[in-house]
């Protein structure tokens, strides 16, 4: 399996799987205020969605009646549609991510690097970019996303939207 735990502390560079070189203090920059997001109470319901979700599927329960239900609860009448998509996103990213993709266990407060990335995966399907979507899953998995990938997707990050739970990517001045 491609899904991985890992227990991430805050500001740990313990979650990475390849090792980080060291910048000079002069030209580090902080990851900080460029996601508006750190721990899960940082988080929006959608984004809490998101990564429950890849949580349950990383702990092997994604067919789990607790999971169905709670995409019913929060996603109505998307909620199928939505399940289907995410499953079909999240085992074809099981079966060809290059490394594995790491997550924290359910309940842990903090997110790993991989969650952060997830985050502004589906803020980016969910914005409509395709090209800060490529990224960003070419940087999770190693590979440029075939068309299943955005469309899965794509699918799941609009259900959220549609019902009003949204997932907020980097703030794009931050980046600049």
Not at 91 to 101: F, G, I, K, Q, S
Not at 107 to 116: A, P, T
Request: glycine letters at 6%; hydrophobic letters at 45%.
């Amino acid at each position: 399996m491609a899904l991985s735990f890992a227990i991430p502390e805050p500001q740990s560079a313990a979650v990475l799987r390849f090792p980080v070189p060291e910048t000079p203090p002069a030209t580090r920059v902080s990851p900080g205020p460029a996601l508006p997001y750190q721990t899960l109470r940082d988080l929006t319901c959608g984004e809490r969605m998101v990564i429950w979700a890849f949580r349950v599927h990383a702990s092997g329960c994604n067919a789990c009646p607790v999971m169905v239900r709670t995409f019913k609860d929060l996603l109505g009448p998307y909620a199928e549609a939505a399940l289907r998509a995410f499953r079909q996103f999240a085992e074809t990213l099981d079966r060809t991510a290059r490394r594995p993709v790491k997550v924290s266990r359910p309940g842990n407060l903090f997110l790993s690097q991989d969650e952060k990335l997830l985050l502004c995966l589906f803020a980016a399907a969910q914005a409509g970019d395709p090209d800060r979507f490529c990224a960003h899953f070419r940087f999770l998995s190693g590979h440029d996303p075939r068309a299943p990938f955005a469309a899965s997707a794509h699918v799941f990050a609009e259900a959220l939207r549609l019902r009003g739970k949204p997932v907020r990517g980097p703030m794009v001045s931050a980046l600049a």
